[in-house]
C-alpha cells in the first residue's frame, strides 16, 4: 500500500495535458476542412483524414477495453494470492467463462478514491488520455468514458442475427429479416444520432466468414429447414462445387451488409460506418462486400501492418 500511494502522489504531480496542439475533440488546431458538426472521411492531398466537428483533421489514437474491471482468474489458484478483492467488487459477468474472475486493479481504486471510486476513476483515466496523447475511447471500454463528453468514442452496434446466424451468417431471406435490422438499428442509433463525440458505428466484430464459405453451406444443410437453407438447395441444384458454394455466401453476405448499411444510414446519416473490424485479411470478395462502408477496419494481431 505504501508502493501504491507513493505512485499516485507521483502520478498527481506529473499529470497534466500534453502540447499536442489539439481542439477539444483532438483535432490539429492548425489544419482546417470543411466542419459539419459531425465526424466525417474526405480524402486531403492524397491522403484519407478523418475530420472532426470542428474541421479540423483527426488521427484517431485510442486504446481497447478501458474499463475498471480488469479481470483475474483465482478459481484453481488458491495458492498464488496473498488476499483478495471484497466480495462487493467482483466484476460484472459479461461473458459466461468471466463468472471466476475477480479485479485488483478495481480494489485499488477503492483504496486510492474510497467507496464512491466510479466517477473519480473516469476523471482519471480522461486526464491521463490528455497526458498520454489518447484522443479515442475505443471499442469494449466502459460506456461512463462516452459519457461523460470530453472524448470522442465508438459504438459497436447488433441485433442483426449473427449471434444466432449458422458460423455468423444471418438468415437473410428470412421474410422479416429487413425489419428487425431496421428495428435493431432504431433502437440502437436514436441515443447518438445527434451526438458530435460519436466518431462512428461498428457494426459487428471478427465475422467468422472469410476462408469458411464452403463450410457454412455444409452447416446450412445440415441445420434444420430455414428459408437460408431453402435457397442454397436451389442455388446448388445447378452444380454442388466449391466455388459455387463460395459465390452462394459471399452473394449472401453482401446482401447482410446492404441491408444493415442502408438501415443505419436510414436512421442515422450524421455518423460513420466504421466496418465490420474484419479479424484477419479479408477476401476480395470481402473487400468489394465492403462498399457501402465509410471506413474499411481490421484487427491486426500482427507484429507488421498488412
Known sequence: LDDLKSA??????ALHPGDFDCDQYGGFKSTQARATGFFRVEQIDGHWWFVDPEGHLFFSTGADGMGPWMGTRTEG??????????ADLRPPSFRANQS???????WNLQRRFGVNWAQPWVDLTLRRMDAWGLNTIANWSDPRL??????????????WGIETGVLGLPDVFAPDFAQKVNAAAAEQCAPHKDDPWLLGYFIANEPPWPGRETEIVSAILEAPASPIQTEVKTFLAAGDTPPRRREFVNRAIENFLDTVNAAIRQQDSNHLNLGIRFGSTPTEA?????????VFSMNSYGYEVN
Open 8 to 13: 499516485w502522489n507521483a502520478e498527481e504531480k
Open 77 to 86: 489458484r488458491d495458492g498464488v494470492f496473498t488476499a483478495l478483492p471484497p
Open 100 to 106: 471466476g474472475m475477480i479485479s485488483f486493479y478495481a
Open 146 to 159: 462516452a459519457a461523460a463528453k470530453r472524448k470522442p468514442y465508438v459504438a459497436t452496434l447488433r441485433g
Open 286 to 294: 470481402m473487400l468489394r462486400a465492403s462498399h457501402g462502408f465509410d
